[in-house]
């Protein structure tokens, strides 16, 4: 690309140069090899020097520090995780499943303090998130997840209709849920100077250097190879790019809008007082957020997964979600139907087949990996980085025992059927929230899918 700026409003809003940094100039040898230098490359980089300042570090890049979901996401530094936590306590027991959404929440704390160690000025704003229940069957699922909350101890609240407004007052409000573990962010400014941060450690970032194999051992890139005692696979969404992956993690595309900054009084009306993150309790996610600048950024899923995990830069733009999410916008919030909208983008994220974010490090291989996050990864990578910098250098610590350390989620189907299966899903899911708004009861549809996708 010749044009970063185009990527984002973040990408277009962020202070600074965007020139690439020079590209692997020869073959060389390092310590740890790190796949991507979007934000679990750069949390990793940062917390291995950290721990180790002779390491020697490399980090190669297809583009720009940034350029995948960590510069174009939604701007939400959440607690959250793409496994229910009453599931993963069937899986891994109630104290795991504990101690991994403890962790979850710790890291969006820590994302703020090394945002303020380091002179990050990522438009931080610790408000939580608050998401709506707007039919029937929305404020029963939002009454599920408050007791399933309580139950495990989590810190969500269940709003009535008035302390919902009070936040958010969208149309259709019957009530919400909210917690405070979640920062609205403006994502750029936090990778592009975590980039520069991790080089002012040591470490070494090679843009434009595309990786085109990883084996143990070895980076083999465009420029030239890599040599390291560990390899570090930090590419998410764009995983299915390298050999022998293209199944690892579906590149699933999420696309969103940004208005021109709101006046006033049309904030007055609409609420995010505080900068809350929000949604609401439909199947097929919807997201937004109220930036520094005062703009209203709002995203969602409903693009299409394309046959054999094909990823393209004209993905990134669908006049016809573009469309529905202005439409969106606009059935939410009136006052906003007639705004100028000036940012269209969008970008893959990675899910994996039984929707597990996971961490790990094969000792016997020295190829580690994070990923999977499925669009939940602003603070998830940081939680990565922290526990890959333990497992390198061999640290026994509460983050090395963690449920997702170590998990291995099963291949996503070959094709035609994971076109089929994937497409299908977003088809039942968009039918399911439209039944649901002209009924009382819950889609029995959606809850097979989620069950056919193993959530």
């Given at each position: 690309m010749s044009d970063y700026r185009g990527l984002s409003l973040w990408f277009d809003t962020v202070p600074g140069s965007l020139e690439p940094r020079p590209g692997l100039p020869a073959d060389t040898t390092v310590d740890v090899a790190i796949v991507g230098a979007g934000y679990t490359g750069l949390w990793t980089a940062y917390y291995l020097l950290g721990a180790d300042p002779t390491l020697r570090v490399?980090?190669?890049?297809?583009?720009?520090?940034?350029?995948g979901a960590s510069g174009r996401n939604g701007g939400w530094c959440s607690a959250l995780y793409p496994v229910g936590i009453a599931t993963l306590a069937r899986e891994s027991g109630r104290d795991a499943a504990i101690a991994q959404y403890r962790a979850l929440r710790d890291s969006v704390p820590e994302v703020a303090r090394v945002s303020a160690a380091e002179g990050i000025d990522a438009d931080l704003a610790m408000g939580g998130t608050v998401v709506l229940a707007r039919s029937p069957s929305q404020l029963a699922r939002?009454?599920?997840?408050?007791?399933?909350?309580?139950?495990?101890?989590?810190?969500e609240e269940l709003l009535d209709e008035s302390a919902a407004r009070a936040r958010l007052d969208a149309t259709g409000v019957l009530g919400a849920t909210y917690t405070p573990?979640?920062?609205?962010?403006?994502p750029a400014k936090l990778v592009r100077r975590l980039a520069d941060a991790v080089e002012d450690r040591g470490a070494r970032v090679y843009e434009r250097t595309r990786a085109t194999g990883i084996e143990p051992g070895l980076v083999r890139t465009s420029r030239g190879t890599v040599r390291a005692d560990v390899?570090?696979?930090?590419?998410?969404?764009?995983?299915?790019?390298?050999?022998?992956?293209r199944r690892a993690l579906a590149p699933v595309y999420s696309l969103i809008i940004a208005t021109e900054p709101l006046p006033d009084?049309?904030?007055?009306a609409i609420g995010l007082r505080e900068r809350e993150t929000f949604s609401d309790h439909r199947h097929l996610?919807?997201?937004?957020?109220?930036?520094?600048?005062?703009?209203m950024v709002f995203g969602g899923r409903g693009a299409p997964y394309h046959l054999a995990s094909r990823i393209r830069p004209d993905y990134d733009r669908v006049p016809r979600v573009f469309a529905e999410l202005e439409r969106s916008l606009g059935e939410l919030f009136p006052v906003l139907r007639d705004v100028p909208i000036t940012h269209r983008w969008g970008g893959p994220l990675g899910i994996a087949r039984d929707w597990h974010a996971s961490v790990g490090l094969d000792p016997s291989t020295g190829l580690a990996w994070a990923g999977g996050y499925v669009g939940d990864g602003v603070s998830t990578t940081n939680l990565a980085g922290r526990t890959l910098a333990d497992l390198i250098t061999?640290?026994?610590?509460?983050?090395?025992?963690?449920p997702w350390v170590?998990?291995?989620?099963?291949?996503?189907?070959?094709?035609?059927?994971?076109?089929?299966?994937?497409n299908a899903g977003l088809s039942a899911m968009t039918w399911a929230d439209h039944a649901e708004t002209r009924g009382s009861r819950q889609s029995r549809l959606a809850s097979m899918v989620n069950a056919m996708m193993g959530r």
């Open positions: 490399a980090l190669v890049e297809a583009e720009i520090a940034g350029f939002a009454r599920a997840e408050a007791a399933e909350a309580a139950e495990y101890g989590l810190d573990h979640c920062a609205a962010i403006h390899v570090v696979r930090a590419t998410e969404g764009y995983t299915a790019r390298l050999p022998g992956l009084a049309t904030w007055e996610i919807i997201y937004g957020q109220r930036t520094a600048d005062g703009r061999g640290r026994d610590t509460d983050l090395t025992t963690l170590g998990h291995r989620s099963r291949n996503w189907e070959p094709e035609p059927l994971r076109w089929l299966g994937a």
